[in-house]
T-cell receptor, first 109, second 117 residues
Framework: DAKTTQPTSMDCAEGRAANLPCNHS???????VYWYRQIHSQGPQYISH???NNETNEMASLIITEDRKSSTLILPHATLRDTAVYYC??????????FGTGTSLTVIP | ETGVTQTPRHLVMGMTNKKSLKCEQH?????MYWYKQSAKKPLELMFV???????ENNSVPSRFSPECPNSSHLFLHLHTLQPEDSALYLC????????????????FGNGTRLTVT
């Protein structure tokens, strides 16, 4: 079973908020959710992570549901440079992380 | 500057060549990772080192040989590769889970784009 599921692709108009959902219904009580993005031919870039509380930084806001079975990454004002593949990942245990196929976000001018 | 530096950025090699990929991290982390990313596939974990000791080998063929001389450096030695090994090879580092930093995220380099001819 996949540890995380995300939509394959999404579009967002430039300047609007991009809301990227992720389901992680089998997450354990002490596992964090991590969000990364990958621009073509570069390494994944860390965005945010959280356990229970919502997290906000200069890049995005991370909203985690109370039951922790899903989360949403919000880019408040998407720009063309935010076009990338966004990954929601969880630890499999120890030092192993599960990367799914991610969501390909296209920001449209 | 990502804090994790990989060299070379691009590598083309024949199936009989021997080459090495290098990764260096300046973040004071204790764990280092090799991932493989093939076209349109999820990242695949290859190896994990924790305090210089290999803790994970994800059924990787022996033509890939990792080396971790210290917590800041990681190598991937390549020999007799196949064309299907062509991919983006990514190095990452993090604080080790065993040190009470259970929420430590991975930090990636920009990868080596490998083409096997």
């Amino acid at each position: 079973d996949a540890k995380t599921t995300q939509p394959t692709s999404m579009d967002c108009a430039e300047g609007r908020a991009a809301n990227l959902p992720c389901n992680h219904s089998t997450i354990s009580g002490n596992e964090y959710v991590y969000w990364y993005r990958q621009i073509h031919s570069q390494g994944p870039q860390y965005i945010s992570h959280g356990l229970k509380n919502n997290e906000t930084n200069e890049m995005a806001s991370l909203i985690i549901t109370e039951d922790r079975k899903s989360s949403t990454l919000i880019l408040p004002h998407a720009t063309l440079r935010d076009t990338a593949v966004y990954y929601c990942i969880v630890r499999l245990g120890g030092n192993q992380f599960y990367f799914g196929t991610g969501t390909s976000l296209t920001v449209i001018p | 500057e990502t804090g994790v530096t990989q060299t070379p950025r691009h590598l083309v090699m024949g199936m009989t060549n021997k080459k090495s990929l290098k990764c260096e991290q300046h973040l004071g982390h204790n764990a280092m990772y090799w991932y493989k990313q093939s076209a349109k596939k999820p990242l695949e974990l290859m190896f994990v080192y924790n305090f210089k000791e290999q803790t994970e080998n994800n059924s990787v063929p022996s033509r890939f040989s990792p080396e971790c001389p210290n917590s800041s450096h990681l190598f991937l030695h390549l020999h007799t590769l196949q064309p299907e090994d062509s991919a983006l090879y990514l190095c990452a580092s993090s604080q080790s889970v065993g040190q009470g930093t259970y929420n430590s995220p991975l930090h990636f380099g920009n990868g080596t784009r490998l083409t096997v001819t």
